[in-house]
């Protein structure tokens, strides 16, 4: 359907064959709206810039100029709305809805990204729905979510869903030892990314991975059900976790010192400074979930690995503990105080 090129606009796509190979020839006569359903890392936001970059070109080069602009979330007729608070509320939906209605800037197609819809409020679907609905012909809409809670039910029957599945642990360590990480960095990164190849490579440069591991495996046997121990307990895993992040936080300086070189030369106007700065802290946040949700996760492994064993005197004991540990995973997605709440769960586990 499109020419071949040394290089792709899905090159940054990693791992979904199927839908790579469905937006490919949608591209050619696409429909008024899309569905992206997949977790965090499954690089579905790559795939909405690179689709969007097929419809505004139509043709597989990722160097032309359009094509280039869309790639890099800088093309005037590609709009991305990022969750500003904890849900997207009226005021971003207000918004969507003025953009949706303008033409395009350049060409004769405006593409529409919207973000994190997994977190929509509660009235915010129904405000949405005749504009994801209905359009108009010059726009195409793209929501892309984590999964799809029954707030998204209505927006999601408009549209046509693509999912994307978590990347494989082999998939995430390739691609990395592509990008010129070390086997054996690239192999652990994998396998504590749990298929987010996003935070894979932040892992990948982080020399503390293991070492965090290890205190977070060590916590069963350390408790003691006193609030003094859960506390020290607590907080030297979060200093653990804050200094986890200076790689990220690195990458983080690069990129703002890129975009300040940029405003020195075309000015500060729609350079778009504060939607980086948003994502940024976006990105500091879900980086301490995932590093939380992750040692927790090492947590209950380590509790399972002790029922299995037989070698605890009250296995009931172990299986609450799961439970229990189940029960804050999912409590970290509503946004809790995360000292609060890792601090309730440890004083309520067993010792080991």
Same mark, same amino acid.
């Given at each position: ?54 419809? +505004? ?57 919207? =973000? ?25 809409? $793209? ?18 869903? $693509? ?45 503390? +991975? ?27 895993? @979060?200093?653990? $976790?804050?200094?986890?992040?200076? *790689?990220?936080?690195?990458? =983080? ?10 405003? %020195? ?9 504060? @939607? +980086? ?35 605890? %005197? ?21 946004? *809790? ?5 890792? @601090? ?9």
């Amino acid at each position: 359907m499109f020419a071949e090129y040394a290089r792709s606009v899905w090159d940054e796509v990693v791992g979904q064959p199927r839908a790579v190979d469905q937006l490919t020839h949608a591209a050619a006569a696409p429909a008024h709206a899309y569905l992206f359903v997949g977790p965090a890392g499954s690089t579905k936001h790559e795939a909405a810039r690179a689709f969007a970059a097929l419809l +505004l070109t139509g043709h597989d080069d990722p160097d032309a100029r359009d094509a280039r602009l869309a790639l890099a979330g800088e093309h005037p007729d590609v709009r991305e709305t990022e969750r500003v608070g904890a849900r997207i509320d009226k005021a971003q939906i207000d918004d969507i809805i003025r953009n949706a209605a303008l033409a395009p800037i350049e060409g004769a197609r405006k593409v529409m990204m919207l =973000h994190d819809f997994h977190l929509l409020a509660a009235d915010g679907a129904a405000r949405l729905l005749k504009t994801v609905e209905e359009p108009p012909a010059s726009t195409v809409i $793209i929501v892309l979510a984590d999964q799809v809670p029954p707030e998204l039910i209505t927006i999601a029957s408009r549209c046509v869903r $693509i999912d994307f599945a978590a990347i494989t642990e082999p998939v995430v360590r390739d691609r990395l030892v592509a990008e010129g990480v070390p086997a054996d960095r690239a192999a652990h990164a994998a396998a504590a990314a749990h298929g987010n190849l996003t935070r894979a490579r932040v892992l990948a440069t982080d020399s503390g +991975l293991l070492a965090r591991r290890d205190a977070f495996a060590a916590v069963p046997s350390r408790l003691d059900g006193t609030g003094h121990t859960v506390v020290a307990v607590c907080n030297e895993l @979060q200093g653990l $976790i804050e200094a986890a992040a200076k *790689p990220l936080a690195a990458r =983080h300086k690069a990129e703002m010192q890129a975009l300040e070189e940029r405003i %020195a030369i075309t000015g500060e106007r729609g350079s778009g400074r504060k @939607q +980086l700065e948003e994502r940024h802290k976006r990105e500091l946040r879900r980086h301490r979930i995932d590093e939380l949700r992750s040692g927790l996760a090492v947590m209950a492994g380590i509790y399972r690995d002790a029922l299995v064993a037989g070698t605890l %005197a009250r296995p009931d004991s172990a299986v609450h503990a799961v439970r229990r540990i189940h029960d804050a995973l999912d409590a970290i997605e509503r946004n *809790p105080n995360e000292t609060l709440l890792l @601090q309730a769960l440890l004083l309520e586990l067993p010792s080991l």
